[in-house]
């Protein structure tokens, strides 16, 4: 069997006792096979394949078309091998420049890791919220990683430099953070001392014969003052301190509730008294008022204590009496006081006249039928009157 390879015959095979047409079939098929693997190839290298790949199959049909055991336009597949060849060159550069571009981004992506856990490092301890910091950080580790593995290979020596900033910045974060919480323990176990012993000393009010409120509510401020000791130990040491507390109220008000069983009768006594005092807010004699109210306030004293949530109604009816008898004696005071009294009896006298003399030039007014001497006489025996009833005339 032979093939016509550009300018020349060559024999490719022999197929013996086989007709000429199956020996050709067979030709064809191997010309096939080398067809399907050039186009695979083409595919391939449309397909984005490494470069490298792609070369090495260029290379290894060029050495097979080179006289291959094959008929069919073996021109062809030659050319179609040499532009793949091209194309491997195309694909080359192509892809340097994508790697390239790769590497820009991991090392742009790595450096923005580095800079925000600087920043981190960065922050005043004292104001950082340390549980959102470490997962911060933790999640800046694990894309660094992430960014390994899956991002474009950077120069050695830039990855280094990068990675010795992330691990001293990460490190400062860990040595703030366990700094920051070993002064937080201290500070916690002192706060910690400082409320067991409250607590002890409020456990210890309980069953007190002295009332113990006023003391239970002194150590409360000094609980305030004390400072946190960790969450766990607060709620047990504020559980006990609240109960004993809870106690102290309890026994108060057991007791406050026997006391105003006990005063209910006195309750009943001094409000028999109110209605005999509050008759006297109708009272004008200071004198006789004076002596009533004098009378209810010593049966009053003598009457004892009452139940404490109706001691400020009751009181403050006896005040009111009190203060009408008081402001009653003061206006009486001043009626009686000689040098007052003596003025008003003086004053009393020249409105009386005047009042006469007006009544007579009323009269006149009237006889004459003048209107405007009648309205100015009775406006001014009008005002006499009046002056004369303040006076008590």
């Known amino acids: 069997m032979f093939v016509r390879d550009g300018d020349t015959e060559r024999q490719v095979g022999e197929y013996p006792d086989a007709p000429a047409a199956e020996a050709l079939a067979y030709y064809e098929r191997k010309y096939t096979d080398l067809a399907a693997q050039v186009g695979l190839l083409e595919q391939r290298a449309r397909g984005g394949a490494p470069t490298a790949d792609i070369a090495r199959a260029v290379a290894r049909l060029h050495e097979a078309l080179q006289s291959p055991a094959a008929v069919g336009d073996l021109d062809a597949l030659r050319a179609r091998v040499t532009a793949l060849g091209g194309t491997v060159e195309q694909l080359t550069a192509q892809q340097s420049e994508a790697h390239k571009a790769e590497v820009e981004a991991a090392r742009a992506e790595r450096e923005a890791i580095v800079v925000e856990a600087e920043t981190m490092a960065a922050r005043d301890p004292a104001t950082v919220q340390w549980k959102a910091t470490t997962t911060a950080m933790d999640a800046l580790f694990a894309r660094w990683q992430q960014s390994q593995r899956s991002t474009a290979r950077i120069p050695k020596g830039e990855a280094n430099d990068l990675w010795k900033r992330f691990r001293a910045a990460r490190s400062t974060v860990d040595g703030q953070r366990r700094a920051f919480f070993s002064e937080l323990d201290s500070t916690q176990k002192d706060a910690r001392g400082v409320k067991e012993r409250l607590v002890e000393r409020a456990e210890a009010l309980v069953g007190s014969p002295d009332d113990p409120i006023g003391v239970y509510r002194q150590l409360l401020e000094e609980w305030k003052q004390a400072g946190r000791a960790g969450r766990k130990a607060d709620d047990a040491l504020w559980a006990r301190f609240r109960a004993a507390g809870d106690a102290l109220y309890a026994a108060k008000s057991a007791a406050q509730s026997m006391q105003d069983a006990e005063y209910g009768d006195n309750l009943a006594a001094k409000q028999a008294l109110l209605t005999e005092a509050e008759v006297l807010l ?100 009008a005002a006499r009157r009046i002056w004369l009833d303040a006076l008590g005339g």
Do not use: C, F, M
């Open 282 to 381: 109708t009272s004008t004699d200071a004198p006789a008022a004076r002596s009533t109210l004098a009378d209810v306030q010593r049966r009053w004293d003598a009457a004892g204590r009452v139940p404490r949530e109706q001691i400020r109604s009751i009181e403050d009816r006896l005040r009111r009496v009190e203060q009408y008898v008081k402001n009653l004696e003061q206006e009486h005071w001043r009626r009686s006081n000689p040098e007052t009294k003596a003025r008003s009896e003086g004053l009393a006298a020249q409105l009386t006249a005047a009042i006469e003399r007006l009544e007579a030039d009323l009269a006149a007014a009237h006889a004459a039928g003048d209107r405007k001497a009648i309205k100015e006489a009775e406006d001014a025996l």
